[in-house]
């Protein structure tokens, strides 16, 4: 079994296609992550629709929140009541690409401290997004970790071997997407990543490498990890599965 920790199922125009292809690629788990109000009822419906399929990730992109600063509020009080039909919090985090302004960073952080605060009460794990503050938003990762002893996921963080090592000092799991297919880089800084510690995503529907998104691309990827790792793909595909299920159980063990 191959699970897509990471995708947006629900800005494809027809989810049942993309679920039956993926199925048929052996991807048979996806987490569907929101980005925005509209989203997350989006993803709950799909969770609902597919319940032995899709698991629902919801929060406030980071980009939103700069992009839409009058209404955060609102839109935080609506996390707060939904929150607890997810199963984790995501896609939040830091982006400073689109936060350069002080002002606008300090809103990214203050919103995700009250996401990370809703996850807590909760007892969801955390799916982050870093762009251009990996640093900052890994130490976020660690301290939900360390307060809470619930998992965190940090997407789309193959930059950095440095900062892998640290996750993997701290129990922080690492997603690796489809860069890994074509990016001497991300397959250095994929090899960093503790064996207990390592996810598979796609980030679908984004375009990779020139070609579209989509969740079967999981399997590429666990091809990908097997053969730098030395292992057979199906060995891989069960590794990573094990290592979902500890990182959504509702408590780190």
């Not at 992109?61 to 919090?89: K, Y």
Request: aromatic share 4%; hydrophobic share 40%; charged share 25%.
């Amino acid at each position: 079994m191959l699970v897509d920790t990471h995708c947006h199922l629900d800005q494809f125009d027809d989810a049942e296609a993309v679920i039956k292809a993926a199925s048929e690629r052996g991807v048979t788990r996806l987490v569907v992550v929101s980005e925005d109000p509209e989203s997350m009822l989006r993803v709950l419906e799909l969770k609902q629709q597919h319940p032995t399929t899709v698991l629902a990730g919801l929060g406030l992109h980071p980009v939103w929140v700069v992009q839409n600063f009058d209404t955060v509020q609102g839109a935080l009080e609506r996390l707060e009541e939904i929150l607890p039909q997810a199963d984790e919090l995501g896609e939040v985090g830091l982006d400073h690409k689109w936060a350069t302004e002080r002002v606008d960073q300090l809103l990214q952080e203050e919103v995700l401290l009250r996401q990370l605060d809703l996850a807590a009460r909760c007892t969801k794990p955390v799916n982050l997004h870093a762009r251009r503050c990996l640093r900052q938003t890994m130490e976020r990762a660690i301290a939900f970790r360390r307060n809470t002893g619930l998992n965190a996921q940090m997407h789309w963080f193959t930059q950095s071997r440095k900062l892998v090592r640290i996750c993997n000092d701290e129990g922080i799991y690492v997603s690796v997407g489809p860069t890994i297919l074509n990016d001497e880089q991300t397959q250095r800084v994929a090899l960093e990543i503790s064996d207990e510690l390592l996810l598979l995503e796609t980030d679908a529907p984004i375009a990779i490498g020139g070609r579209p998104g989509h969740p079967l691309r999981v399997r590429e990827v666990a091809e990908c990890m097997a053969r730098l790792r030395g292992h057979e793909v199906e060995e891989m595909a069960v590794l990573c599965a094990q290592n979902f299920a500890r990182f959504i159980a509702p408590c780190s063990t």
